[in-house]
């Protein structure tokens, strides 16, 4: 990182968020494709909220807006699939978390 020049992009914490949102998203379509169910779309929103000490995100809350006609046991079974996505699946689980440093 250069000091003297502004960050661009995302930060990281946006960073995470779209990540668990794009690993939800392509549970989704895998499913969608899988079931063979028509739709008009859909979207993928990732809100978080922050905790302390330290400090971090403490929340996601993923909301899938699906333009499609789904049953009540269709609803349950996209909920499971997009449940288990490998990053939410990270973001869960109590994983370990190791930081070097290298001189050279």
Partial sequence: ???DVEPE???PGALMAAAL???TGMHVLGWLKRHDVEHNGYEITVDNESGEAPRR???YTTT???KADLDEKQMESLLAE???CYVGNTIRAETEV???INLD
């Fill in 1 to 3: 990182m250069n000091p």
């Fill in 9 to 11: 992009g995302m930060s």
């Fill in 21 to 23: 949102g794009m690993c």
């Fill in 82 to 84: 997009a449940s288990r």
């Fill in 57 to 59: 995100c403490s929340k």
């Fill in 64 to 66: 899938i807006k699906l």
């Fill in 98 to 100: 190791q930081v070097n």
